[in-house]
């Protein structure tokens, strides 16, 4: 391992099936995974690179816990839009589990759409929020980080 390479999940929201290929991928790989949340995950199946961080119940507690602690070979996944800017400002690798790796272009963009989500909601006339996680998002997310793991082992 290279520069001790670490994954760090905002594992809250975070689908089980990112969960377990992560739990796996890692193992082969023999790269730290930290799985950091508010309450215990589970993490069947989890190997010696495996750890839970769990956080206080307050709000931002994990956040913080992941910026304190991040480093320069970490890849961070989360779909926290303003933790990702924060971990960009850092040099920090972040994506989602949707295969969007974030960079200092299109974290603007999202900020924005986020932003406006946000107004159009305290409006009452927000869109809705999709619960589903398609095979063909778990797939992008596997081939970018399959691509961003490499980069740093």
Known sequence: ????????????????????????????????????????????????????????????????WILQNCAEYDIIVTRDIPLAAALLEKGIRVMNDRGTLFTAENIVRKLKERELGIQMGELGVGTKKRNTYSKKEFAEFAKVFDREIHKLV
Do not use: H, W
């Not at 010696?48 to 931002?60: D, T, V, Y």
């Open 1 to 64: 391992m290279t520069g001790g390479a670490r994954v760090l999940v905002d594992a809250d929201s975070c689908p089980l099936l990112v969960r377990k290929y992560l739990l796996s991928y890692t193992q082969k790989l023999n790269v730290k995974l930290i799985f950091v949340a508010n309450k215990r995950i589970p993490a069947s199946g989890a190997g010696e690179n495996f750890s839970m961080q769990i956080c206080p119940e307050e709000s931002g507690a994990a956040d913080n």
